[in-house]
């Protein structure tokens, strides 16, 4: 890679919001596609990326994709800040996935997932024992929070800020404060008051708890009331809560952009929220009311 280019790129990647991760991936990208064509980065054409893109025709569509967002993402900036007359990117549209290469639809209804909730705390009874109050906030957490497993296990008690959760780094993302609706709120200030955790939030002696205790519990609660995930799997598991959680946002109406904010994970939308039945109707009814 030239100077001027490695230059380019730098002032592109100081002034972006990528993650560590994201940006060595992207310079992954970049450094192959400067090599293929043997160009100044501003020299780049939409045909010289086709090319490229050919010449990788036997990875994976995935991978191929990602290559076009970066490459998306750079030139975006570029033609914002006038490096270059027009985006070569803009015209060029990422391949279609194969049915085996897509993440799974895996969701619960919203009803459902309240019936989870508060599965551990029934019978209904004065005085539960701790552990129950610890599973029922363990599921509020995954479902009302739309946190991946291994940030829930790793959130100390000083991650609990009132009405946000500070989540920190997780796979290759950048950390990040999460709004909590009102009701995890006080679940959490409950669960803290009767349990006294230190440490770790859902620890014991200074131990955070397994990924796998937390996927067991999960799978035991829906178990034990006969609920099943909506989509090509049915055992309900963490991840079927992150996934509710987005399909349940966005059929609420959230934004694509807020959503991506809450997740950690800008194309959260496209990987996590499915639509759901109802969801559907209501836009092909739509055309009735235009």
């Not at 085996?100 to 919203?110: A, G, L, P, W």
């Not at 309900?236 to 959230?254: C, D, E, M």
Request: charged share 30%; hydrophobic share 40%; glycine share 4%.
């Amino acid at each position: 890679m030239d100077i001027q280019s490695t230059y380019i790129l730098d002032q592109y990647f100081l002034v972006s919001d990528l993650s560590p991760n994201t940006k060595k991936l992207y310079r992954q990208s970049f450094k192959l596609l400067l090599a293929f064509a043997k160009k100044d980065i501003l020299e780049i054409t939409s045909e010289d990326i086709a090319r490229f893109r050919e010449s990788r025709a036997h990875l994976k569509r995935t991978t191929l994709n990602k290559d076009l967002m970066a490459f998306s993402s750079f030139f975006s900036w570029a033609e914002k800040e006038n490096l270059v007359n027009a985006n070569p990117v803009a015209r060029i549209k990422k391949y279609r996935l194969k049915k085996s290469e897509r993440i799974r639809e895996n969701y619960v209804s919203h009803e459902d997932a309240l019936k989870l909730i508060e599965e551990p705390l029934c019978p209904k009874i004065k005085e539960p024992r701790k552990i129950q109050v610890r599973d029922h906030a363990i599921l509020a957490t995954l479902y009302f929070g739309g946190l991946r497993v291994s940030e829930l296990c790793n959130l100390r008690v000083s991650d609990f800020r009132g009405t946000l959760l500070y989540v920190e780094e997780s796979k290759g993302h950048k950390s990040r404060l999460v709004e909590i609706p009102a009701i995890l709120q006080e679940i959490i200030k409950w669960y803290i008051q009767k349990c006294r955790p230190e440490g770790f939030l859902f620890g014991k002696g200074g131990k955070k708890i397994s990924t796998n205790a937390v996927r067991d519990l999960v799978k035991k609660y829906a178990i034990r009331l006969g609920i099943q995930a909506i989509g090509d799997k049915t055992t309900v598991t963490p991840v079927t809560l992150r996934h509710s959680y987005a399909t349940h946002l966005i059929a609420l109406g959230v934004s694509e952009l807020v959503l991506g904010e809450l997740m950690g994970n800008p194309t959260a939308v496209y990987r996590y929220a499915h639509p759901t039945q109802e969801a559907k109707r209501r836009a092909v009814n739509l055309m009735e009311e235009s």
